[in-house]
């Protein structure tokens, strides 16, 4: 590539890394893999970059890679796989959240990695279903569905926490 080319490429790294990796934790809920997630995915991105210019929206199509980049760890893995109970962000009162975030954790694992990269899109991320649908490939009612079946399945573990602590 030129140098022009290098340093747009650069600029676009440094502003977007932050949050591909914030969108790789999400996914992967361990704080290493989820670094070497993006840094994968911004590979492919810097070896594609004249393309990705020319799409529309260039973070998106960069997270698209994030998504099939964590897509692919997990098929090549084939192992369960493994969240990491260290949060990213120490809040003041991390002790009282542990129980919380250990259930709803253990909740995400049940899913399927379809509908835990909807909820992680939707939920977390605040992305719409329009760009959830663009970023995985699939339609906008794809995207409903398995946000409607990810959240019944939540919501069906939080009844079962519930009654098990009583």
């Known amino acids: 590539m030129n140098q022009a080319l290098d340093e ?4 676009f790294m440094r502003d977007r890394w932050p949050a591909m990796v914030r969108l790789a934790y999400a996914l992967t809920r ?3 893999t989820a670094e070497d997630v993006a840094q994968a995915a911004f590979t492919k991105a810097y070896a594609a ?3 990705v210019t020319q799409a529309r929206n260039p973070a998106a199509y960069v997270k698209r890679i994030v998504i099939n980049e964590h ?3 997990a098929r090549e893995w084939r192992l369960a796989e493994r969240f ?3 949060p990213l962000d120490r809040g003041v009162d991390v002790i009282a959240e542990t129980d919380d975030r250990s259930a709803l954790m253990a909740a995400l694992r049940a899913l399927g990695p379809r509908q835990r990269a909807v ?3 939707r ?3 605040d992305l719409s279903e329009a760009e959830i649908a663009t ?3 699939c339609s906008a009612g794809t995207v409903k569905s398995q946000a409607s079946r990810a959240l019944a399945a939540l919501r069906k573990s939080t009844e079962l926490m519930e009654r098990s602590s009583r």
């Open 49 to 51: 970059w004249p393309r």
């Open 84 to 86: 990491a109970e260290i």
């Open 8 to 11: 747009e490429f650069g600029r």
């Open 71 to 73: 897509r692919d760890r």
């Open 123 to 125: 939920y977390w991320l």
């Open 30 to 32: 361990n704080p290493w």
């Open 119 to 121: 909820v992680v899109l």
């Open 135 to 137: 970023a995985m490939s």
